[in-house]
Nanobody, 121 residues
Framework: QVQLVESGGGLVQAGGSLRLSCAASGRTFSRYMMGWFRQAPGKEREFVAAMTWTGTTYYADSVKGRFTISRDNAKNTVYLQMNSLKPEDTAVYYC???????????????WGQGTQVTVSS
């Protein structure tokens, strides 16, 4: 019954933009940390961005200044605005809602199934 569904991925050229959305249902996540993670083929999952329920944001160094995380608690939705995309941003992007572990390394929580982002050079 708890479900997080990502959308908004696709194929873009380097320098382009995408806005990812993650809609949650089955549970209210207003007091959870919500974050975005990504995994490229042959690589480990890596932290991208996270936001506390009070509005504090965290970003990986690789995306600072280019990506912006936001959330709408009333809609149980988290967003990731991605600008100035680079080929190295190519990955499957996952959203997560969690209340244990750290902002960059959750311990459990709820995860979406991911949306593919491909950035061509």
């Amino acid at each position: 019954q708890v479900q997080l569904v990502e959308s908004g991925g696709g194929l873009v050229q380097a320098g382009g933009s995408l806005r990812l959305s993650c809609a949650a249902s089955g549970r209210t996540f207003s007091r959870y940390m919500m974050g975005w993670f990504r995994q490229a083929p042959g690589k480990e999952r890596e932290f991208v961005a996270a936001m506390t329920w009070t509005g504090t944001t965290y970003y990986a160094d690789s995306v600072k200044g280019r990506f912006t995380i936001s959330r709408d608690n009333a809609k149980n939705t988290v967003y990731l605005q991605m600008n100035s995309l680079k080929p190295e941003d190519t990955a499957v992007y996952y959203c997560a809602a969690y209340n244990s572990g750290t902002y960059y390394s959750p311990a459990g929580g709820y995860w979406g199934q991911g949306t593919q982002v491909t950035v061509s050079s």
